[in-house]
């Protein structure tokens, strides 16, 4: 079975730095996505940034962008010049291809301090 | 374009009643899906609609949930009768065909508390 470990439940940064979300996986398939989901305090799941696994190159959406070590099964997320609203809970999600069903680690609530 | 809408946002009950949720998708959407998020965890699948079958409701409590996608459509998430443990944000979400696109988009949830 699939799982996924965010291993940092809190973290903060200060507001213009750069900030960096940790995320390990296990799987045994070779086709799968992950997903950075940002859950703001309105509960609305907003997708930050997709990675499909048979891409070598990390996935890049302006300030964001990932380090995805397929080998090491690892997925992190770093968040570049913070900005106030970027203050939510951030998961990471696994997919495997041909099930479309997420699987979410447990979250890490990230704040930008002022 | 339209999100994912969901009603009611928030929604109190007492343990052993019943009550239900709706959720409208994005238009031309076929995969829905019902999430169970508990305080400080990540989503959990409750079931997964590929138009108005079933995919997977692996993980659904069948002694008091249900739920339907009428027409392919629209959904309804219903728990009776529920426990304290039912306390939860229900999140919903839909995605286009799985091979057009993989990622779901989500709605803002039902905050549902038993007491």
């Known amino acids: 079975a699939q799982t996924v470990t965010q291993s940092q439940p809190e973290m903060s940064v200060q507001e213009a730095e750069t900030v960096t979300l940790s995320c390990t996986y296990d799987?045994?398939?070779?086709?799968?996505?992950l997903f950075w989901y940002k859950q703001p305090p309105s509960r609305q799941m907003i997708l930050v940034i997709r990675?499909?696994?048979?891409?070598?190159q990390n996935a890049t959406e302006n300030r964001f962008s990932v380090n995805f070590q397929k080998a090491a099964k690892s997925f992190s997320l770093k968040i570049s010049d913070s900005q106030l609203g970027d203050t939510a809970m951030y998961f990471c999600a696994f997919m495997r291809g041909g099930t479309y069903k997420y699987i979410f680690g447990t979250g890490t609530r990230l704040k930008v301090l002022a | 374009e339209a999100g994912v809408a969901q009603s009611p946002r928030y929604k109190i009950i007492e343990k052993r009643q019943s009550v239900a949720f709706w959720c409208n998708p994005i238009?031309?959407?076929?995969?829905l899906y019902w999430y169970q998020q508990i305080l400080g965890q990540g989503p959990k699948l409750l079931i997964q609609f590929q138009n108005n079958g079933v995919v997977d409701d692996s993980q659904l409590p069948k002694d008091r949930f249900s739920a339907e996608r009428l027409k392919g459509v629209d959904s309804t998430l219903k728990i009776q009768p529920a426990k304290l443990e039912d306390s939860a944000v229900y999140l919903c979400?839909?995605?286009?065909?799985?091979?057009?696109?993989?990622?779901?988009?989500f709605g803002q949830g039902t905050r549902l508390t038993v007491v």
């Open positions: 990675q499909e696994a048979y891409k070598q």
């Open positions: 238009s031309g959407h076929a995969t």
């Open positions: 979400a839909s995605s286009l065909d799985p091979g057009v696109q993989a990622e779901a988009f």
């Open positions: 799987t045994s398939e070779s086709n799968y996505y």
